[in-house]
């Protein structure tokens, strides 16, 4: 495995400043482990209040724009989360993918943005279940990735993928660990065909559905350094027991 198992949580759109109460019992429970690296990802509006009140977390933002400022009305620049104190950024999620309609070369220009900033990047692949269904979801996945990889000299150092299969995503069903291992080894196959050496030190997190019970199966699949976790982190109790079967 590539460095420490990293367990990230995505609040998505939830997440009022009564739940930072949340976050730092998961950041007292994330000093007790430390051997994980914890992250989580909460909306923009509590980036800066989420770092301060926690120390042994990573804290990050969901999304950013791809320009440093200017006139983008209700954007966020990767040099406004830095300012706020977040460490890294989602990008390429599969439901700004939909919902708003990103592109692979959009999500590779966040990203560039993002690591200019100085920020870490968690990019998100992953194929629908028509597309697992009809048996092209490697391909699906790795056409992605050869879209919205970042390019430069430190684009892999500052960098992990999250493979999240979007029909895995706040279901309940998860792809068995076999299917999960062998996507991980062709997105592993990619990065090094990217990045050479570099390539083999990225971390590739499954996401979609990782709960407490079935984190240490999927935690255990070949070429799995970590999980992206939405519903099951926005509790400490449930987070901290996924932190603790990394
Ligand atoms: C996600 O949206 O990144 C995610 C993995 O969600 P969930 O864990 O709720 O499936």
């Known amino acids: 495995m590539a460095g420490l198992p990293y367990i990230v949580g995505n609040w998505k759109m939830n997440g009022t400043r009564a739940m930072l109460a949340e976050a730092r019992a998961i950041d007292r429970a994330a000093s007790r482990f430390p051997g994980v690296q914890v992250a989580l990802a909460p909306p923009f509006t509590l980036v800066n209040a ?39 950024v989602i990008v390429g999620h599969s439901e700004r993918r939909a919902l708003h309609g990103e592109t692979n070369q959009l999500v590779r220009d966040k990203a ?5 900033a100085g ?26 990735l050869a879209g919205s990889l970042p390019q430069g000299e430190e684009a892999a150092a500052k960098l992990s993928v999250a493979y999240e299969p979007v029909w895995a995503i706040g279901t309940g069903r998860v792809p068995s660990v076999g299917d999960v291992g062998a996507m991980h080894r062709a997105i592993r196959e990619k990065l090094t065909a990217t990045y050479g050496e570099a390539g083999a030190a990225v971390r590739i997190l499954y996401g979609g559905s990782v709960n407490a019970g ?13 999980a992206l976790v939405g519903g099951a982190s926005l509790t400490a109790e449930a987070f901290t027991a996924i932190i603790g079967a990394a």
């Not at 560039?112 to 200019?116: C, F, I, L, S, Y």
């Not at 692949?125 to 490697?138: F, K, M, Y």
């Open 112 to 116: 560039e943005a993002a690591q200019a």
């Open 214 to 226: 079935n984190a240490s199966e999927l935690l255990a699949a070949d070429e799995v350094g970590g």
């Open 50 to 88: 989420m770092r301060e009140a926690a120390s042994d977390i990573g804290v990050g933002g969901q999304d950013c724009h791809v320009q440093a400022s200017g006139a983008f009305t209700g954007d966020v620049s990767a040099a406004l989360l830095a300012d706020a104190g977040a460490d890294f």
């Open 119 to 144: 920020l870490g990047v968690i990019l998100c692949v992953g194929e629908t279940e028509a597309e697992r269904d009809s048996g092209s979801a490697e391909t699906v996945v790795t056409d992605q």
